[in-house]
């Protein structure tokens, strides 16, 4: 069983309240700050505004001419004691494949195109992240990442953008890199990138820093909403959400494009209730069971 330091609050200005849960970024810690801001939603409390969830934090908008500072902090202590037993963090959730052609050429030209804002100007950004992490073989690494269920943190950046970090997996194998040393101009949308521990999926063309490793075969944003996995929100991912990477060949990303193109695509997608109880005390095996079905 976990425990979690008490959280710190902060006013930021007129309208702001920020809540640090802890100072590093945890499993254990994200699912506190999701729990705690579906909390606050589901009372819709007179007076917020937003509420943005963080790797491990959040930040709440608020009308001070509707509530105050201080009622609005005593609501988040009381919500926050509540939400330090392990048994409360549970949420609605649900896992959905990302299709991916890992190498390709799409992402292995921009990493050319921007090799001197990069580290290793000789090698492409998937060997360097591959070899960054002891691997040596291509089909293990893409393994090792496509094994892996990695949880949308939180969103920002770019419409659409998300964090996703992996879990029931050891610290020393968590797949990391270290961003560009100067972020590019351009990045190709639906592009698969590694910074640090966190696996991102750009949502269009935009600057960027991460590590490009392969290309997504379906949109994680989509305005008209066309697609099953998208009828709650026009971004595919969510705090709280899983996403499971599957590696596919260019013969299979080109038909998934074209059923795209076509709108007739249907996203992989599993509901489920998360229980951070069950992760924080069996970790894989829970990971395991929650794919048995999928």
């Known amino acids: 069983m976990f425990t979690l330091p008490e959280t710190r609050f902060d006013l930021c200005g007129d309208e702001y309240i920020y809540a640090e849960i802890t100072k590093d970024m945890s499993a254990e810690s994200n699912f506190k700050a999701i729990a705690i801001t579906n909390e606050l939603r589901r009372r819709n409390i007179p007076g917020i505004i937003e509420i943005y969830p963080a790797n491990a934090s959040y930040l709440v908008r608020y009308n001070p001419e509707v509530i105050s500072p201080t009622d609005l902090m005593d609501y988040l202590k009381e919500i926050d004691i509540t939400k330090s037993n392990v048994s409360e963090l549970n949420f609605n959730s649900r896992i959905i494949e990302i299709p991916v052609w890992y190498d390709d050429p799409f992402t292995n030209e921009y990493a050319q195109r921007f090799k001197d804002r990069n580290l290793k100007h000789e090698i492409s950004d998937f060997e360097y992240v591959m070899k960054a992490n002891g691997y ?127 709108g007739t695509y249907h996203y992989k997608v599993k509901e489920f209730n998360f229980s951070a109880e069950e992760y924080s005390t069996r970790k894989k095996d829970y990971i395991k069971q929650l794919m048995e079905d999928f």
Do not use: C
């Open 136 to 262: 040596s073989d291509k089909k293990m690494f893409i393994e090792a990442h496509t094994d892996m269920l990695y949880m949308i943190t939180m969103l920002g950046f770019s419409p659409g953008l998300s964090w996703a970090f992996p879990l029931g997996v050891p610290q020393e194998k968590i797949i990391q890199a270290r961003k560009y040393t100067s972020p590019r101009t351009q990045t190709p949308g639906q592009a698969v990138g590694i910074g640090g521990a966190f696996s991102v999926i750009y949502p269009q063309n935009s600057p960027g820093s991460y590590q490009l490793i392969g290309i997504s075969g379906v949109p994680v944003y989509d305005q008209k909403k066309r697609f099953n996995a998208f009828s709650e929100s026009v971004f595919l991912a969510k705090p709280g959400y899983l996403w499971k990477h599957r590696a596919v060949e260019e013969e299979e990303y080109r038909k998934i494009v074209k059923e795209v193109e076509q």
